[in-house]
Each structure stands twice: as structure tokens, then as C-alpha cells.
């Protein structure tokens, strides 16, 4: 479930969405996890894609229309596509466009 992924409520706005993206992707950043980066890529992956649907007005209605889908969201899923039409983008890409860096530990 993308909304418990973020730990938003179903009713989120956008900003709510945007600012709960913002606090995990930093939480689970690879980089800022060296001591565990292969939970840390899986976490930061599944908040990337949570996200990716959760701020598209479309994807998120049609999400929202069948209470999530079996098996799409099971992480990971990389440019494989999804339900929704279109493939999912690689979270680092969806992390560097939203902080405008690739960085972690950049003072925003």
C-alpha cells in the first residue's frame, strides 16, 4: 500500500505527499545507510515508487479507483512498467529531480 509506504493517509494532499517523500528518500538514501545498503536501496525504492504514483493525479485516481493493486507494489519494479501505463522511473532519477541533486548530504 503506497499510502502506508509514505505514511500518508488516503485523503494526503499533494504537499502532504511531497513533503513525506522528501523525509524518507533522505531517511533511506543509500548513502546515508552504508551499514545496510541493500535494505536501504529496497526501502528507497519502494518510497520512490509510493511517490512516482501518489503525485501523479491520474496514476493515483486510477490507483485509488481499485484500492491498490495486487502486486503492484511489490518494489523494485524498475522500468518493467506498470499497470498504469508507462514504466516506473529509477529512484535515484525521481530522488535528483525532486532535490535537484543526486546527493544526499547536499545543504539544500
Do not use: C, M
Amino acid at each position: 500500500d503506497y499510502y502506508k509506504t509514505l505514511g500518508i493517509d488516503k485523503k494526503a494532499t499533494k504537499k502532504e505527499v511531497k513533503a513525506a517523500y522528501r523525509t524518507l528518500a533522505l531517511k533511506w538514501h543509500p548513502d546515508k545507510n552504508p551499514d545496510d545498503r541493500a535494505a536501504a536501496e529496497q526501502k528507497f525504492r519502494e518510497v520512490a515508487e509510493a511517490y512516482e504514483v501518489l503525485s501523479d493525479d491520474e496514476q493515483r485516481r486510477q490507483y485509488d479507483s481499485v484500492g491498490g493493486i495486487p502486486g503492484f507494489g511489490g518494489g523494485g519494479r524498475g522500468g518493467r512498467g506498470g499497470p498504469f501505463g508507462g514504466g516506473f522511473r529509477n529512484a535515484d532519477d525521481i530522488f535528483k529531480d525532486f532535490f535537484g541533486t543526486s546527493d544526499p548530504f547536499a545543504d539544500f
